[in-house]
């Protein structure tokens, strides 16, 4: 089954990436790692797939351009072979029992390229965790906004995706960060409470989520301490084995 | 005024920013350019404020960073003077007819730190232009994507949101993304014809979009040719002086 890690740069997926991998392996599994950012050096895993075999942002960074531009530029070249990376990574998926892919670092080159959303239209089911760190929920309409996030992701790769907070041994009160994440209901009462245009925004956009998507359940991760990867691991057994069902 | 040009990268911000600041120029107004992107080169205006005087991208890569970590580290030294920017750009308000933000090349760095938040958070009323170009828009959901997308940059970061198309010189069939974006009822009879779950989620996001957030006129712009820039700044000034509708 193929697990795929999205988030923007730092929200923790190389980490995880490597992390939740080991942790597969030492269950008995077998597993394939797919890296598909063009600017990254090190890795906590030994890539089977990996675009730096075709390019990398650095080389084109020596052409000339900024970094902002040589990332997109990277994507743009790799494009040409996006069809041989769909066969590569669904080649490896039936080899091994989890393929991980670990996304390019910046979120859009993924999310906003043709790169990304033609990869993941390609390949058989994948799973998607969208993943975003505690640093970015300080008021509740931020809580709105990372929720939605997940149904953005799937609306633009067509993948099933489970949000999950990484990060978690960052925190002294998870407490309160589930409570504005895992109950709608109570998020949407306090962001009723907030007088600004905003607040109003968030207000309705959090109100119409359980009209949008089935009710999907928050993932709780740390890559530091391995919580929440035994709830990772059901949630991905549930996708392949009961057709989607993450409530 | 002050508005705000955000997209990601390869959106046309820049090219935009320095075209229609020297459209209002010609046209007898004030203009001040601030530049928010640490990782860029060359600018087409000439900037009042300017990120860079504190902190580029190159010089933290030459302190062994990659380009996506040196990126949002840049975001992270900035953000401790935070405070000074946005008294900057205040006074440059004051002092101009307009005052012309160009936010960072990738858009996550803006949208998802905490430096862009906070500055668009103390900045006085500034009305945001959400850029995305023709080619991330190939399939009915991408279009849905796009007009939720500007929503989430109204939502995370608390200002009146107008989406635009960028680069039309570069498309024959404009009327087609017309069609798409001008029309709810339309796209959403579209979306209803496709049979997967991606489909069915565009679908419900689509058809909700009307009870979120009232109608916002979709801009078409092109640096090129200055289409779309008679519309762009009629609607900053309906902003300023009729309280925010942008029907």
Redesign the interface.
Known sequence: MILTFIG???SGKTTLSGAFGRYLEESGYSVGYVNL?T???DLPYPPDVDVRDDVT??EI?EEGY???????ESYDRLLQKVDAYVSGITKLAEEMDYVIIDTP?????FL?H?FG?RLMEGLPSPLTVYLFSP??L?RP??F??SR??S??V???I?T?TAPALSKIDTVENLDRYRRFLDDIDYLTSRLKLEP???GL??Y??CS?LP???PPTRVLYLSAVTGEGFDELETLAYEHYCTC?DLT
């Open positions: 923007t740069a730092g950012d600017g990254v050096e942002a650095w960074m900024g970094p902002n531009g040589a990332i997109v670092g910046q979120m859009e080159t906003f043709e959303v640093d970015i300080k309409a931020d709105c906004f939605f996030f149904l953005m799937d609306l633009r067509g099933t600004s245009t905003q925004l968030a309705r956009m119409s009209e949008l998507a989607g």
